[in-house]
């Protein structure tokens, strides 16, 4: 379960104690608190369902927002320690502070005509993928259009925010 209970907690507390689950964006979190929290949000997945539900009808600016709120995969910015707490863990997680230089590059390659193509950074949620995965799946998904990538990478950061929960839920 989820301490603090969301159902508890006021718009202030929600914001300070969930608000970061969506990276720089604690509306999400806002809007969900709004929808009205009851006893049964107080577990991970719910909560993160109606998150992930708040962020699904918003509009494709606002999704937009919240994508390009995302750090670059194995970046300038993690090199620099300049990351989240939550993204740190996720990028080394997967092993992307392990990079050989030639790996590097080639993030800095894909990063950049991937921003290129879509105005937004690419976004995959890392848990489990390894950093030959996620190069794979980068080259690939640099072949979608802007529709189908804005929708697939809304799905990622539902899914990263949905591991976020879980991962601060007492086991129990
Ligand atoms: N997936 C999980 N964490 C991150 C992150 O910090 N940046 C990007 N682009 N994708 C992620």
Same mark, same amino acid.
């Given at each position: 379960?989820?301490?603090?209970?969301?159902?508890?907690?006021?718009?202030?507390?929600?914001?300070?104690?969930?608000?970061?689950?969506?990276?720089?964006?604690?509306?999400?979190?806002?809007?969900?608190?709004?929808?009205?929290?009851?006893?049964?949000?107080?577990?991970?997945?719910?909560?993160?369902?109606?998150?992930?539900?708040?962020?699904?009808?918003?509009?494709?600016?606002?999704?937009?927002?919240?994508?390009?709120?995302?750090?670059?995969? +194995?970046?300038? /910015? %993690?090199?620099?320690?300049? #990351?989240?707490? &939550?993204?740190?863990? @996720?990028?080394?997680? =997967?092993?992307?502070?392990?990079?050989?230089?030639?790996?590097?590059?080639?993030?800095?390659?894909?990063?950049?005509?991937?921003?290129?193509?879509?105005?937004?950074?690419?976004?995959?949620?890392?848990?489990?993928?390894?950093?030959? +995965?996620?190069? /794979? %799946?980068?080259?690939?998904? #640099?072949?979608? &259009?802007?529709?189908? @990538?804005?929708?697939? =990478?809304?799905?990622?950061?539902?899914?990263?925010?949905?591991?976020?929960?879980?991962?601060?839920?007492?086991?129990?």
């Amino acid at each position: 379960l989820l301490s603090p209970a969301p159902s508890k907690c006021s718009l202030e507390m929600l914001i300070h104690h969930y608000g970061d689950v969506y990276e720089h964006s604690p509306w999400v979190a806002e809007a969900a608190w709004q929808q009205g929290l009851t006893e049964a949000h107080d577990n991970p997945d719910a909560l993160a369902e109606l998150m992930g539900l708040m962020l699904q009808q918003a509009s494709s600016d606002q999704q937009i927002k919240v994508i390009q709120a995302h750090p670059d995969l +194995a970046g300038k /910015a %993690a090199m620099a320690g300049e #990351l989240t707490q &939550d993204s740190t863990s @996720e990028q080394a997680g =997967a092993g992307l502070d392990q990079c050989s230089p030639e790996e590097f590059a080639r993030f800095e390659t894909l990063n950049a005509a991937y921003k290129e193509k879509f105005g937004f950074p690419f976004v995959i949620a890392v848990k489990g993928l390894d950093r030959h +995965a996620i190069l /794979a %799946a980068f080259e690939e998904r #640099l072949n979608n &259009d802007a529709a189908t @990538e804005r929708q697939t =990478a809304i799905e990622q950061i539902i899914r990263i925010a949905h591991i976020r929960l879980i991962d601060r839920a007492t086991k129990s």
